[in-house]
């Protein structure tokens, strides 16, 4: 079963202004940091129970691989 996920607007900008600093550290890396996040996203929705719980009883945290990102996030 595959769930679906939604970013929330302080998510949606967070990852703006991530994308915009990579971006200006290196042209292309930008589109490398939203491509890892988007396979987060798949890898989270594909079994998101799979990931420990870090705060509160019900956040779950993914480390995002190559960049220093977590992906924090609730399962509904």
């Not at 970013?7 to 971006?23: C, G, I, N, Q």
């Not at 594909?46 to 945290?61: F, I």
């Amino acid at each position: 079963m595959t769930y679906n996920y939604q970013l929330s607007e302080e998510a949606e900008s967070d990852v703006f202004d991530s994308y915009l600093w990579y971006e200006k550290q290196r042209e292309g890396l930008g589109g490398a940091f939203l491509e890892s996040l988007d396979a987060a996203g798949q890898v989270i929705s594909g079994n998101p129970m799979t990931y420990q719980v870090r705060y509160k009883e019900k956040v779950r945290a993914f480390v995002v691989d190559r960049f220093p990102y977590l992906v924090l996030y609730v399962v509904n």
